[in-house]
């Protein structure tokens, strides 16, 4: 499905998994039955019963429909044995499933019928038989089995992050009166519950019903271990409160999700890598810095668990070093021609370029527990095309030098090269980062030195089509492009949004001044003495109608790659211009300040053609005020004096914006001919620190410079009260007045009865 289709459909998707009626009513009554627990009066235990008992009774109405197959999900009748018998596994997951959740249901109602001392005992036993039916249920789903390599590799994916995870719950638990192996019983559950949902989140299809009932699952015996972890006493008051939403939401999300086991989404499933890979060592992290923050050393079980954590890690890098290749036949030998798992011979480049590595990901097992890797060389200069083979083949051979024997070296020829890697996501980054430094080389070539700016875009293998895997890297490796070169990036979904929304940007921004979409917006300038104002800055908005209102700050970076800035800039210009003039019929005197990159300021017409802008409207040139970014004009410092000193000869105003305060920013501030210096919060909060008044420092340079200062983004009484004493003349930012459209300002003008400055 194209990436655009899958968009425009996701609002239907997500409004066709809306929870019906019923299911919005049992949450309701268990938040109200939480919400009553918790104020007193009624015993938190109590309310575990109460709101579980709807929430396992619909989830078991639902499922136990399915299980007679009046609402199975797999439609049509079955024609023979094999068929039945596979019809038939869905109606035995949702029987196995409908008495988990009944079950942990009945354990729910059981616990106020117990005493205190009973209860940890009787929710031990129903969080055993739940897990038991759920384990059942789960495998009995009607999905395709996994090859022993396939679920050894993904056991041992999970085995380190699973690790992880337990170290972290062993850490954060409560160790006081709690014997060792109850706590270590504990952390267990909690860690591989933590690990499920992960994979949960992150793995593919994770949008599909056999997700849900995972997730559903993991809740419903997250609640029972909390309850099961409840002091044996009436101590354990509103704690049990805590197991009430995973308990119902559990539930019920195994019921909604067990209807889709069977449609899964081919557009997600991709897995998101990075989560699995930094979350749990990051949880580990910070649960020992929480340990030794509070003056605890790691015991010996926590050492243990750190140490079993390599293990998995060795043995999952030794299994796909001893990867099989596939096994014999006429489809095997034509995918073992073109297999990623082969060494590459001398003659690489025969491999048919882009057909040549769509056929060896193919060939690749499922799950591949492999990457891709896309690589863009972006040669700086442009040669003819006997060079560019030339250049083609010896990156080819670099990257052939920092690969390993088992990888697959690809020459996309006209588009890079492509590198197929059976290591695991580290490892392959690692492997991503070595061509960067080995491409990025100068290339000495036909007598001439090429220098190249490599983007690596990393996708890891996984099940799907082999157009889409590639796709995935080639659209990370776009991502690494944008954000400046010579970097590695990974994919994932939320990368795809972004660059969907790029490009829609850059399809929809030219023509958008002639479609008349531009606006402006405009932020009052007050004199922090009076409270009058004195100026307005002008604001663009892009309002499209298909991507809705587009702010600079994600506009201007696409007008600058599509270098429309200049023809964005005489419109804003043009139209500040005219609006001022209207405003100072009457006597008034205000100032309009303009915001201009510094691409614009920099080009050779743009001081005659304002002047000519300011004629045509008959406006002061001192009302004019150009703002360009302070952290801009270092490049191009030279020039930018130039052109603010033109037009500081013609009486036009001129702004230094986003001042930063550096050492440098003061060096070069005595340079450039301006008039007002802008300051941000960063700047201008001067109560963040009393010991370094920052902000009256770069107002006595700006007095000693003839400068006036301009507080912005001013949001409380305090930062608006903190400028006026630093000496700051003027202010603007919410707490003055917002920005508004130009009717909405010039009725907030005629408030003052002069705003002549």
Not at 46 to 56: D, K, N, Q, R
Not at 148 to 169: E, H, Y
Not at 383 to 393: H, I, M, S, T
Not at 455 to 470: C, K, N, Q, T, W
Request: glycine share 8%; charged share 20%.
């Amino acid at each position: 499905m194209p990436v655009a289709s899958v968009f425009r459909t996701a609002p239907l998707r997500a409004s066709a998994h809306r929870p019906p009626l019923p299911e919005i009513c049992v949450l309701a009554v268990a938040a109200v039955l939480v919400a009553l627990g918790a104020a007193g009066p009624v015993p938190a235990i109590a309310v575990v019963a109460l709101a579980a008992a709807p929430a396992s009774t619909l989830a078991g109405v639902r499922l136990s429909r399915l299980s007679l197959g009046t609402d199975s999900p797999v439609g049509g009748a079955p024609a023979g044995r094999l068929a039945r018998r596979r019809a038939a596994r869905p109606r035995r997951a949702a029987a196995l499933l409908h008495a988990a959740v009944v079950f942990a249901g009945l354990t729910a109602a059981v616990l106020p019928l117990a005493s205190a001392g009973y209860r940890p005992a009787a929710a031990a036993a129903g969080l055993a038989g739940t897990t038991a039916l759920l384990g059942g249920g789960l495998f009995s789903l009607d999905r395709p089995r996994p090859s022993i390599r396939s679920r050894l590799r993904r056991l041992l994916d999970q085995a380190a992050p699973g690790v992880c995870l337990v170290l972290t719950a062993w850490l954060l638990l409560p160790y006081a009166g709690v014997s060792t192996h109850a706590r270590l019983a504990v952390a267990a559950g909690l860690g591989l519950l933590a690990v499920d949902a992960l994979a949960v989140l992150t793995g593919a299809g994770r949008d599909g019903g056999t997700a849900r009932c995972r997730g559903g699952a993991a809740l419903t015996l997250f609640a029972l271990v909390l309850l099961a972890a409840l002091p044996a006493s009436p101590a354990a008051g509103r704690a049990a409160l805590l197991a009430v939403p995973p308990l119902v939401v559990g539930v019920l999300l195994i019921a909604a999700g067990f209807p889709q086991v069977t449609r899964v989404d081919p557009a997600r499933r991709d897995r998101l890598v990075w989560p699995r890979v930094v979350l749990p060592p990051v949880a580990v992290v910070l649960a020992v810095a929480h340990h030794l923050q509070v003056g605890l050393l790691p015991d010996r079980t926590a050492v243990l668990l750190a140490l079993a954590m390599v293990p998995p890690l060795v043995v999952r890098q030794l299994l796909n070093a001893a990867a099989p290749t596939p096994p014999d036949g006429p489809v095997a030998a034509a995918a073992d021609a073109a297999s990623p798992m082969t060494p590459v011979a001398d003659d690489y480049d025969d491999a048919a370029g882009r057909v040549g590595l769509l056929r060896a990901l193919a060939a690749c097992p499922e799950p591949a527990g492999g990457a891709l890797l896309v690589v863009d060389l972006h040669l700086a200069e442009l040669p003819g095309r006997l060079v560019r083979d030339d250049v083609a083949a010896e990156a080819v051979r670099r990257a052939r030098a920092v690969a390993t024997d088992e990888d697959a070296v690809f020459d996309l020829v006209g588009a890079g090269l492509a590198v197929l890697t059976r290591s695991g996501p580290m490892f392959a980054y690692a492997l991503g980062t070595r061509l960067l430094v080995a491409l990025g080389r100068p290339y000495e070539v036909s007598g001439a030195v090429l220098r190249s700016r490599p983007s690596i875009g990393l996708a890891e293998l996984g099940r799907g089509r082999p157009e889409d895997l590639f796709r995935q890297a080639d659209l990370a490796r776009r991502r690494a492009a944008q954000l400046g070169r010579d970097r590695v990036e990974w994919y994932d979904a939320y990368l795809e949004e972004q660059l969907v929304r790029r490009l829609d940007l850059e399809r929809e921004l030219p023509g958008a001044v002639a479609r008349g979409e531009l606006d402006l917006i405009y932020q009052p300038v007050l004199g922090l003495a009076d409270r009058a104002p004195v100026g307005t800055e002008a604001l663009l908005r892009w309002r499209s109608p298909v991507l809705g209102t587009v702010f600079p700050a994600e506009l201007l970076p696409v007008a600058e790659d599509l270098d429309i800035v200049g023809e964005l800039g005489v419109w804003v210009l043009d139209r500040a211009c005219r609006q001022l003039a209207d405003w100072s019929v009457g006597g008034r005197r205000l100032w309009m300040a303009v915001n201009v990159t510094t691409g614009e300021l920099t080009s050779p017409d743009f001081v005659p053609r304002t002047a000519a802008v300011l004629e045509a409207y008959g406006v002061g040139p001192d009302q004019l005020v150009i703002e360009v970014a302070e952290p801009k004009v270092a490049a191009e410092l030279p020039t930018v004096v130039a052109r603010l000193a033109g037009l500081r000869s013609m009486g036009i105003r001129t702004a230094l914006d986003d001042f930063r305060a550096e050492h440098a920013s003061l060096a070069q501030l005595r340079r450039l001919p301006i008039d007002l210096l802008k300051v941000g919060p960063e700047v201008a909060s001067v109560s963040a620190d009393p010991h370094r008044p920052l902000l009256d420092v770069v107002v006595t340079v700006a007095e000693r410079l003839g400068l006036e200062v301009v507080a912005e983004e001013l949001e409380s009484v305090h930062q608006v009260e903190g400028a006026h004493r630093a000496g700051c003349r003027y202010g603007q930012g919410f707490e003055l007045a917002r920005p508004a459209t130009a009717e909405r300002v010039e009725a907030y003008f005629e408030e003052f009865p002069s705003t002549s400055r």
